[in-house]
Structure formats: C-alpha cells, structure tokens
C-alpha cells in the first residue's frame, strides 16, 4: 500500500509540472493572439453583464484577496491560535509561490486588456498599474479555502471549505468582468495556483515543516549561511530580470489607455510599470525572514510557536492583549517599509529594498519575539 501511495504521489506530482511546463509554454508561444482573443471575449462579457451591483461585488472580492486585507486576516488568524505552525509553514509557501508569480510578470511585460484598448473598461477600485501576465489574483483564487483547511479549522467544517472554494472560483471571473486580465492571464494565473497547491499538499508541506523543526532544534552554522545565501539569491533573480527588461520596457505604448482608465496613477512611463512590479517581487523578505527567526528562536519560542504553554490571563482578553502587543510592531515596520517609502522613493532599487527589508521585518519579528 505504501509503495502504490507513493507511486500515486510521484505520477501527482509529474503530472502536475508538466502541465504547468506545457501552460507557460503555449502562454510564450501564442499568448498575444490569446490576448487579443481574450479582448474580444471581455469586451463582449462587460456589454452583457456590467451593472453597478456587479461591479460592487466583483470589486469587494478582488480586495478581499488583495495583499492588505490577507495581511490583517493572517495576522489576526496567527496571533488568535495557539499552534502557530500551520501558519507560519502556509506563510512559507504562499508568499513564495507569490515571488515567483511577480517574477514572472516582469518577465513577461504583458499589458492588461484595459491598456490595450479602451473598448474595455477599467473597472477596478483603485488602479493595477502593474504588469498583467500571469494574474495574481487567480493565482491565489483557493487562499482562504486552504486557510480553512490548513490552519483554521483544521478539516472540521466542510461547509466552510466548499464556500470558501466556490469564492476562489469566482476570482478569475471578477478579474475578466474588471478587465484587469485577459483569458490567458487567468488561465496562467490559475494553473500555477492549482499545480502549487498539488505540490504543496503532497509534498512542500512536509518539507516545510521538516525545515522549520531542524531550525529550531537541529542548529547548526550552516543553516544560517543557507537561509543568507538563499535570501541573496531570490533577490538576485528579479534584480536580473528587471536589469535585462529595463533596457526596453515595453510598457511605454499603453501609457495613454492606462491614464484613460486611471486618470489618477502617477505612473507615466513604461519603466515606472516594471519598477512597481519589481517592488513586489521583494515580498519575498518575509519568507527569509520567518526562517531566520526560526533558525535564532529559543526554547521559550519552541514551546509558543507550538501552542504548549498557557496565557496568563486566559480567554478574550488575553486574546485582544496579545494580538495587539505582539502585532503592532510588525504592522508599522510592513506599513512603513514595504507600503509607505516604496511609493516615496524614486530609485527602483532602493524601492525594492525598502520593499523586502519591511516584509523580512514583518516576518522576523512576531515569530522571534513571541513568547
């Protein structure tokens, strides 16, 4: 039986990448007639379907899966448990999943279908004035579906994890109904997500926590020159691609559309585009960060992130307390750093770094000194 499971689990697994191989294959080989294609295809959704209580609610479910709002939702999840595992190792993963995801779109430069023409209206709160290929959104449509699961409660209500899935599925209908991104975007969007999330349930969770535990009991110095070496590396990978995309940003020509459709971006130039999605790809500080305080937790931060020790006062109280004291200061230090000086600075790099330092605090703090 163990070898059939495992046998099952490689073909899982195989089968799961090479379909990720063959999308993003097909997405370089033929995704401007895709794009255009899925122009037509918005165009004629919007003149059927658009209505002000449509727009509301597509609106209001993009930005419940916005970076903001999932930053609140994780940290009250976090602080309100008392095993805090599950969320640290969720944390690990979705916000590498993330980096690859932005990483990709600098890559790839694809406008939003909004940009391209302005048969398509621009309907989303706010303005996405980065790039569009693959979509965020979509790769993150089973987030609170996985939080439910995963962390929250663990498997026990099943109501809750089939409407938490039913949301995730109506994300990349909301991204085309905005014009936020185009059917091959989607498409790209939601293949990452479901080829991590297999790859994540059958096997990174595991590692994950392997990982985490050899942290925090099994230290030694070249744990440590791996999480540095590693930390150095991820930022090298966008620093490159951004270097190599930089020299010929191909998101000058849209520039019009864009401002038609948000009249109120600051963005004025192909490069500002790349830069700000540059600036995300440096989120991925917070998985270096998390691993770091894990690699210099002690034994009281053992017995915390595992929930075997008891609050002082104990119930709602203790609960508001702790939630408060515990995530303040990495709230400010997300705020501050990977929110507010970003969009004050005119250097990319130094956006960049801003970006990832805020989120590597963000991480680092609550786990090393929780208590």
Not at 227 to 248: D, E, H, K, W
Not at 322 to 339: G, N, Q
Not at 344 to 357: D, I, M, V
């Amino acid at each position: 039986m163990g070898r059939i499971g495992s046998t099952f689990t490689v073909v899982v697994l195989t089968c799961s990448v090479l379909f990720l191989v063959v999308g993003i294959s097909m997405n370089i080989l033929w995704r401007r007639s895709f794009f255009y294609d899925g122009i037509r295809a918005i165009k004629a959704y919007q003149e059927e379907a658009v209505s002000p209580i449509m727009t509301t609610f597509h609106n209001v479910l993009s930005k419940l899966y916005g970076s903001a709002t999932f930053m609140l939702v994780i940290f009250a999840v976090y602080f309100s448990r008392h095993n805090k595992m599950p969320v640290l190792i969720f944390l690990l993963y979705f916000y590498t999943k993330n980096y690859i995801v932005y990483t990709m779109k600098m890559a790839f430069m694809d406008p939003r279908p909004f940009w391209s023409t302005t048969t398509v209206k621009q309907l989303e709160w706010g303005c996405p004035d980065q790039f569009g290929n693959p979509s965020g959104h979509s790769s993150s449509m089973f987030l609170f579906a996985m939080l439910v699961y995963d962390v929250v409660l663990r498997r026990d209500s099943p109501v809750l994890f089939i409407l938490a899935s039913l949301l995730g599925l109506t994300v990349p209908i909301s991204r085309l109904y905005l014009g936020a991104h185009s059917t091959n975007q989607v498409l790209l969007g939601m293949l990452i997500e479901l080829t991590c999330l297999v790859l994540y349930r059958y096997k990174l969770q595991a590692v994950l926590y392997n990982i985490s535990n050899n942290l925090i009991r099994r230290k030694n110095i070249g744990q440590l020159f791996l999480i540095l070496f590693g930390y150095a590396l991820a930022l090298f990978f966008p620093y490159l691609v951004y270097q190599l995309r930089a020299q010929n940003p191909t998101g000058q020509p849209f520039i019009g559309n864009m401002l038609i459709g948000c009249p109120h971006s600051k963005t004025r130039t192909g490069l500002q585009m790349l830069t700000k999605t540059f600036e995300v790809s440096g989120f991925v500080g917070l998985v270096f960060g998390v691993l770091l305080a894990l690699y210099l937790s002690k034994r009281e931060n053992y017995r915390y992130l595992y929930g075997q020790w008891r609050y002082i006062v104990p119930g709602f109280l203790s609960t508001v307390a702790r939630v408060l004291l515990e995530s303040i200061p990495a709230l400010i230090a997300y705020w501050i750093f990977s929110k507010y000086l970003p969009h004050h600075l005119t250097n990319a790099y130094l956006r960049f770094f801003s970006a990832t330092f805020g989120m590597f605090l963000t991480g680092f703090l609550p786990v090393y000194f929780g208590r």
